[in-house]
């Protein structure tokens, strides 16, 4: 196997190619990868040299470390920005969303290994692909209501499509998804037993020159193992009885009627959220069944996500999860049912600097 250094092997993303394949390796294993805005700079130009670059058949994303792909974004510096009314979070994001949807439609096949940790952020720059890997090790989750935010980075387009009512399931409780239930969920594709990654991993930089979509597939199917149903697909009678609605009350009132472990358990962790982060992500799944393409949806993201980024619940919520950690936040509403249809419009509104694609 041959390797072509393009970046140094300390840089935060190591971009080079290895035999017929482009890697990007994400490459901050003590914060399990988080994505700071540099890093998404870095992954924008190895993805520029890669579609250009022809002995580069196919792209491999992949995280230093044990523990993961990608915990997310660097939300400590997300939140200090917003303390002080900065603009990291207009940068940061705007610049996240045009990669993220630049991976949707890559020209070269664009492979996600995604073994343990993948959250928000990394779910961007995974869970687009052309070809999406996980395995037994692997928990996808977009925690994000938690801190007064939503799923964003394309998240609202990937739940929203999800089957019946998992994906709103998983993205207003923040629940995690192993590899079974991502592959069950849409957010991957075929579940790969992790001791066989390195092998895996092996073949696709051995993969023919011009490798097209087909080759790819086979090469991951010739590993992959049956996913079988993981604890989320077990509750799916009661996920689609209970989240088929369009009101966060009706939710709450019919997990209270399902009377069961799930819904208590269920009903505890919504109680938990941000009560507006809870409604805007619901109208943003329920907006997002509507639209035409991933592109459109991060126009909307963009739009809440800026609006979060001022609001006091981000700041709230963060500093309640991560800074000091007393898992206390006081949200503002703090009742659900004093969110009104005004405050949640909001998030909503067309802006003058809306997310402009390249092209």
Same mark, same amino acid.
């Given at each position: ?8 092997? /300390? #840089? ?33 130009? %190895? ?25 997310? %974004? ?45 959250? $928000?952020? $990394? ?32 998240? !609202?387009?990937?739940? #929203? ?12 409780? %923040? ?10 969920? $849409? +957010?991957?594709?075929? +579940?790969? &037993? ?15 020159? $011009? ?5 790819? @597939? ?21 996920? /689609? ?24 358990? !269920? ?9 507006? %982060?809870?409604?805007? !992500? +619901? ?9 035409? #393409? ?8 963009? @739009?809440?996500? +800026? ?42 509104? &067309? ?9």
């Amino acid at each position: 196997m041959s390797a072509t250094p393009e970046t140094t092997d /300390d #840089s935060d993303v190591i971009v080079r190619r290895e035999g017929s394949a482009g890697v990007l390796r994400l490459n901050r294993p003590k914060t399990i990868n988080a994505l700071t805005l540099e890093m998404v700079r870095h992954v924008d130009a %190895g993805l520029d040299r890669f579609a250009t670059d022809p002995a580069v058949a196919l792209v491999v994303l992949e995280g230093a470390g044990e523990r993961g792909l990608c915990a997310g %974004g660097d939300i400590r510096g997300l939140y200090e920005s917003a303390r002080v009314s900065g603009d990291l979070g207009k940068v940061f994001w705007g610049e996240e969303y045009i990669v993220n949807a630049r991976i949707d439609d890559y020209p070269k096949p664009y492979v996600a290994l995604m073994d343990g940790i993948v959250m $928000g952020g $990394g779910v961007g720059l995974a869970c687009h692909s052309s070809h999406r890997v996980v395995t037994e090790r692997t928990r996808i989750a977009m925690p994000e209501v938690s801190l007064g935010f939503f799923p964003d980075v394309g998240g !609202t387009w990937l739940l #929203s499509h999800a089957p019946g009512e998992i994906g709103t399931y998983l993205a207003l409780t %923040g629940q995690t998804a192993g590899g079974a239930d991502a592959v069950m969920a $849409g +957010l991957a594709d075929a +579940l790969v &037993p992790s001791q066989a990654l390195p092998q895996l991993r092996a073949a696709l930089t051995q993969a023919p020159s $011009g490798a097209s979509h087909a080759d790819v @597939r086979a090469i991951i199917e010739g590993f992959a193992a049956p996913a079988a149903a993981g604890p989320v697909a077990a509750n799916r009678a009661a996920i /689609d009885r209970s989240f088929a609605f369009d009101t966060v009350e009706e939710i709450v009132a019919a997990l209270k009627r399902e009377a069961s472990e799930f819904g208590e358990a !269920t009903l505890k962790l919504i109680g938990e959220k941000s009560p507006r %982060g809870l409604k805007v !992500t +619901l109208r943003l799944l329920r907006q997002a069944r509507g639209l035409e #393409s991933l592109k459109a949806c991060l126009v909307h993201e963009y @739009r809440a996500a +800026l609006a979060v980024f001022a609001s006091a619940d981000f700041v709230e919520g963060v500093r309640a999860a991560i800074i000091d950690k007393d898992r206390n936040p006081r949200w503002s509403p703090a009742r659900i049912e004093d969110v009104t249809p005004q405050i949640v419009d909001d998030y909503f509104r &067309p802006r003058s600097d809306e997310l402009v694609f390249p092209g």
